[in-house]
C-alpha cells in the first residue's frame, strides 16, 4: 500500500509539471503575440482604427523574458545531468551542485 501511495504522490507531481510547462508556457507565448498585436495597432473590418499601444510592447518583452528564462532552465537542467551535475532550487535563483 505504501508503494501505491508514494507512486500516486509522483505521479500528480509529474503531471502538475507537464499541464505547467506543456500548456503554460504556450499559452504565455500566446499572451506575448497578442501583446505585440495591442502595441502594433489595427483597422478592423468595421473601419475602426486601434491606435498603437506602448503598454502591450512592455507586456509581450516581459512575458517573452519569462519564455525564454524557462527554456534556458530546463536546457540547462538536461546538460548539468550530463556533466554530473545537478540544478538546486535552495537559493531564488537556480545553482549548479555536484550530485
Known amino acids: 500500500m505504501e508503494t501505491i501511495k508514494l507512486v500516486l504522490e509522483s505521479v500528480w507531481k509529474i503531471l502538475l509539471v507537464g499541464i505547467v510547462l506543456g500548456a503554460g508556457l504556450p499559452a504565455l507565448f500566446a499572451v506575448g503575440v497578442r501583446g505585440l498585436a495591442v502595441a ?3 483597422e478592423s473590418a468595421a473601419g475602426t482604427v486601434h491606435r498603437p499601444n506602448p503598454f502591450g510592447a512592455a507586456v509581450a518583452v516581459v512575458v517573452f523574458a519569462v519564455v525564454v528564462a524557462a527554456i ?3 536546457i540547462t537542467i538536461i546538460v ?3 556533466f554530473g551535475k545537478a540544478v ?3 537559493h531564488i535563483y537556480p545553482t ?4
Open 80 to 82: 548539468a545531468s550530463g
Open 88 to 90: 538546486s532550487f535552495e
Open 96 to 99: 549548479l551542485v555536484e550530485k
Open 40 to 42: 502594433n495597432g489595427h
Open 72 to 74: 534556458a532552465v530546463g
